[in-house]
Protein backbone atom coordinates (compact mmCIF):
# COMPACT_ATOMS: atom_id res chain seq x y z
CA UNK A 1 0.00 0.00 0.00
CA UNK A 2 1.05 3.47 -0.48
CA UNK A 3 1.87 5.74 2.05
CA UNK A 4 4.29 7.97 4.34
CA UNK A 5 6.47 5.81 6.66
CA UNK A 6 7.92 8.31 10.09
CA UNK A 7 10.66 6.87 11.91
CA UNK A 8 11.02 6.52 14.66
CA UNK A 9 7.92 6.58 16.43
CA UNK A 10 9.65 7.44 19.72
CA UNK A 11 12.88 9.33 19.65
CA UNK A 12 15.02 10.47 22.42
CA UNK A 13 17.66 13.08 22.11
CA UNK A 14 20.58 14.29 24.62
CA UNK A 15 20.90 17.89 24.99
CA UNK A 16 23.16 19.58 22.39
CA UNK A 17 22.97 16.07 20.23
CA UNK A 18 21.44 16.40 16.56
CA UNK A 19 19.05 13.95 15.53
CA UNK A 20 17.81 13.19 12.27
CA UNK A 21 13.81 12.54 11.52
CA UNK A 22 13.43 10.17 8.80
CA UNK A 23 10.46 10.66 6.39
CA UNK A 24 9.75 8.15 3.05
CA UNK A 25 6.43 8.52 0.96
CA UNK A 26 6.16 5.93 -1.88
CA UNK A 27 2.77 7.85 -3.61
CA UNK A 28 5.08 9.63 -5.89
CA UNK A 29 4.49 12.80 -4.66
CA UNK A 30 6.20 15.94 -5.51
CA UNK A 31 5.83 17.76 -2.33
CA UNK A 32 7.15 17.16 0.77
CA UNK A 33 6.44 18.77 4.19
CA UNK A 34 7.32 19.22 7.84
CA UNK A 35 5.22 20.19 10.52
CA UNK A 36 5.88 20.29 14.71
CA UNK A 37 3.43 19.98 17.05
CA UNK A 38 3.47 21.23 20.78
CA UNK A 39 0.59 20.13 22.97
CA UNK A 40 -2.97 21.37 22.64
CA UNK A 41 -1.40 23.57 19.71
CA UNK A 42 -2.17 23.02 16.06
CA UNK A 43 0.24 22.35 13.05
CA UNK A 44 3.17 24.75 12.48
CA UNK A 45 5.40 24.71 9.29
CA UNK A 46 9.11 24.12 9.69
CA UNK A 47 10.34 23.49 5.76
CA UNK A 48 8.66 21.89 2.44
CA UNK A 49 10.07 21.11 -0.75
CA UNK A 50 7.97 21.09 -4.16
CA UNK A 51 10.74 19.34 -6.28
CA UNK A 52 13.96 17.54 -5.74
CA UNK A 53 16.95 19.54 -4.71
CA UNK A 54 14.51 22.20 -3.67
CA UNK A 55 13.36 23.26 -0.38
CA UNK A 56 12.37 26.78 1.29
CA UNK A 57 11.48 27.69 5.15
CA UNK A 58 8.82 27.45 7.01
CA UNK A 59 7.00 29.76 10.05
CA UNK A 60 9.72 27.98 12.45
CA UNK A 61 12.89 26.82 10.57
CA UNK A 62 15.54 28.00 12.73
CA UNK A 63 17.18 25.21 14.69
CA UNK A 64 16.34 22.73 11.75
CA UNK A 65 18.00 21.56 8.45
CA UNK A 66 16.30 19.23 5.63
CA UNK A 67 17.50 18.06 2.44
CA UNK A 68 16.17 16.40 -0.72
CA UNK A 69 18.20 14.16 -2.69
CA UNK A 70 15.12 11.81 -3.63
CA UNK A 71 12.38 12.27 -4.75
CA UNK A 72 11.15 9.76 -2.17
CA UNK A 73 12.36 10.81 0.88
CA UNK A 74 12.62 14.00 3.07
CA UNK A 75 14.77 14.14 5.82
CA UNK A 76 14.57 16.75 9.01
CA UNK A 77 17.52 17.33 11.39
CA UNK A 78 16.76 18.71 14.57
CA UNK A 79 20.59 20.94 15.41
CA UNK A 80 21.73 21.37 19.22
CA UNK A 81 20.75 25.46 17.99
CA UNK A 82 16.96 24.34 18.51
CA UNK A 83 16.03 25.35 22.23
CA UNK A 84 13.05 24.28 22.69
CA UNK A 85 12.98 20.61 20.52
CA UNK A 86 10.64 18.47 22.27
CA UNK A 87 7.50 18.35 20.26
CA UNK A 88 5.66 15.91 17.58
CA UNK A 89 6.74 16.19 14.23
CA UNK A 90 4.79 15.33 11.13
CA UNK A 91 5.80 14.82 7.89
CA UNK A 92 3.10 14.96 4.84
CA UNK A 93 3.30 15.04 1.46
CA UNK A 94 0.91 16.16 -1.48
CA UNK A 95 0.83 15.38 -5.39
CA UNK A 96 0.96 19.80 -5.67
CA UNK A 97 -2.83 19.93 -6.47
CA UNK A 98 -4.99 19.41 -3.58
CA UNK A 99 -5.03 17.85 -0.10
CA UNK A 100 -2.09 16.18 1.64
CA UNK A 101 -1.42 12.96 3.37
CA UNK A 102 0.03 12.53 6.42
CA UNK A 103 2.95 10.31 8.20
CA UNK A 104 2.14 8.91 11.90
CA UNK A 105 4.44 11.26 13.37
CA UNK A 106 7.80 11.29 15.19
CA UNK A 107 7.40 12.47 19.33
CA UNK A 108 10.94 13.43 19.93
CA UNK A 109 12.05 14.19 23.38
CA UNK A 110 15.08 15.60 24.88
CA UNK A 111 16.03 14.14 28.31
CA UNK B 1 -1.13 32.39 9.92
CA UNK B 2 -4.07 30.67 10.04
CA UNK B 3 -7.10 32.40 7.56
CA UNK B 4 -9.76 30.41 9.86
CA UNK B 5 -11.52 30.87 13.20
CA UNK B 6 -13.35 28.07 14.99
CA UNK B 7 -14.57 27.50 18.30
CA UNK B 8 -12.08 25.38 20.63
CA UNK B 9 -14.42 22.65 21.69
CA UNK B 10 -17.98 21.13 20.63
CA UNK B 11 -19.79 18.21 22.27
CA UNK B 12 -22.12 15.92 20.24
CA UNK B 13 -24.21 12.63 21.52
CA UNK B 14 -23.56 9.60 19.57
CA UNK B 15 -25.88 9.07 16.53
CA UNK B 16 -26.48 12.76 16.14
CA UNK B 17 -25.15 14.93 13.66
CA UNK B 18 -22.27 16.93 14.18
CA UNK B 19 -22.02 20.58 12.94
CA UNK B 20 -18.31 22.12 12.79
CA UNK B 21 -18.51 26.02 12.28
CA UNK B 22 -15.65 27.65 10.46
CA UNK B 23 -15.56 31.41 9.54
CA UNK B 24 -12.81 32.25 6.89
CA UNK B 25 -13.84 35.95 5.69
CA UNK B 26 -10.80 36.59 4.20
CA UNK B 27 -11.17 33.75 1.61
CA UNK B 28 -10.08 34.64 -2.00
CA UNK B 29 -11.27 33.56 -4.96
CA UNK B 30 -8.97 30.45 -5.93
CA UNK B 31 -8.40 29.19 -2.38
CA UNK B 32 -10.07 25.98 -1.16
CA UNK B 33 -12.18 24.85 2.05
CA UNK B 34 -10.27 21.69 3.56
CA UNK B 35 -11.00 19.61 6.48
CA UNK B 36 -8.50 17.54 8.34
CA UNK B 37 -9.35 15.47 11.48
CA UNK B 38 -6.52 14.33 14.46
CA UNK B 39 -6.96 11.71 16.51
CA UNK B 40 -4.85 11.97 19.32
CA UNK B 41 -0.68 11.14 18.13
CA UNK B 42 -1.46 10.29 15.16
CA UNK B 43 -1.13 12.45 11.62
CA UNK B 44 -4.52 14.33 10.58
CA UNK B 45 -6.57 13.16 8.50
CA UNK B 46 -7.87 13.99 5.27
CA UNK B 47 -11.93 14.42 4.97
CA UNK B 48 -13.24 17.00 2.55
CA UNK B 49 -12.40 19.42 0.68
CA UNK B 50 -14.40 22.55 -2.03
CA UNK B 51 -14.67 25.33 -3.45
CA UNK B 52 -18.06 26.90 -3.85
CA UNK B 53 -20.50 23.85 -4.00
CA UNK B 54 -21.47 22.05 -1.13
CA UNK B 55 -19.88 18.67 -1.27
CA UNK B 56 -20.27 14.99 0.09
CA UNK B 57 -18.36 12.30 0.18
CA UNK B 58 -18.24 9.06 2.47
CA UNK B 59 -17.47 10.96 5.54
CA UNK B 60 -19.19 13.97 5.80
CA UNK B 61 -20.56 16.89 4.19
CA UNK B 62 -19.09 20.33 3.52
CA UNK B 63 -21.43 23.30 3.31
CA UNK B 64 -20.08 26.48 2.18
CA UNK B 65 -21.90 29.86 2.05
CA UNK B 66 -22.73 31.98 -1.13
CA UNK B 67 -20.38 34.62 -0.19
CA UNK B 68 -17.66 31.55 0.85
CA UNK B 69 -16.34 33.73 4.51
CA UNK B 70 -17.79 30.59 6.07
CA UNK B 71 -18.35 26.52 6.15
CA UNK B 72 -20.03 24.04 7.95
CA UNK B 73 -18.39 20.73 8.33
CA UNK B 74 -21.50 17.84 9.16
CA UNK B 75 -20.74 14.28 10.05
CA UNK B 76 -24.51 12.73 10.05
CA UNK B 77 -24.30 10.37 12.32
CA UNK B 78 -21.12 11.20 14.96
CA UNK B 79 -20.11 7.81 16.98
CA UNK B 80 -17.16 7.43 19.73
CA UNK B 81 -14.60 7.30 17.01
CA UNK B 82 -15.24 10.61 15.62
CA UNK B 83 -14.01 11.92 18.74
CA UNK B 84 -10.60 14.24 17.67
CA UNK B 85 -9.76 18.26 16.50
CA UNK B 86 -10.82 19.11 13.33
CA UNK B 87 -8.86 21.65 11.47
CA UNK B 88 -10.57 23.90 8.98
CA UNK B 89 -7.71 25.07 6.55
CA UNK B 90 -7.94 27.84 3.26
CA UNK B 91 -5.15 27.20 0.88
CA UNK B 92 -4.88 27.51 -2.97
CA UNK B 93 -4.88 24.47 -4.67
CA UNK B 94 -1.66 24.58 -6.53
CA UNK B 95 1.47 23.76 -4.65
CA UNK B 96 -0.14 24.81 -1.71
CA UNK B 97 1.42 25.51 1.99
CA UNK B 98 -1.54 24.23 4.96
CA UNK B 99 -1.65 26.38 7.93
CA UNK B 100 -3.52 24.75 10.73
CA UNK B 101 -5.19 26.98 13.47
CA UNK B 102 -6.38 24.96 16.77
CA UNK B 103 -8.84 23.66 15.34
CA UNK B 104 -12.24 22.55 16.94
CA UNK B 105 -12.02 19.42 19.81
CA UNK B 106 -15.06 17.62 19.16
CA UNK B 107 -16.75 15.31 22.23
CA UNK B 108 -19.11 12.74 20.91
CA UNK B 109 -20.09 11.05 24.02
CA UNK B 110 -22.49 8.12 24.57
Known amino acids: DGGITQSPKYLFRKEGQNVTLSCEQN?????MYWYRQDPGQGLRLIYYSQIVNDFQKGDIAEGYSVSREKKESFPLTVTSAQKNPTAFYLC??????????FGSGTRLTVV | DAKTTQPPSMDCAEGRAANLPCNHS???????VYWYRQIHSQGPQYIIHGLKNNETNEMASLIITEDRKSSTLILPHATLRDTAVYYCIVSEYNFNKFYFGSGTKLNVKP
Open chain 1, 92 to 101: ASSTGLGGYT
Open chain 2, 26 to 32: TISGNEY
Open chain 1, 27 to 31: LNHDA
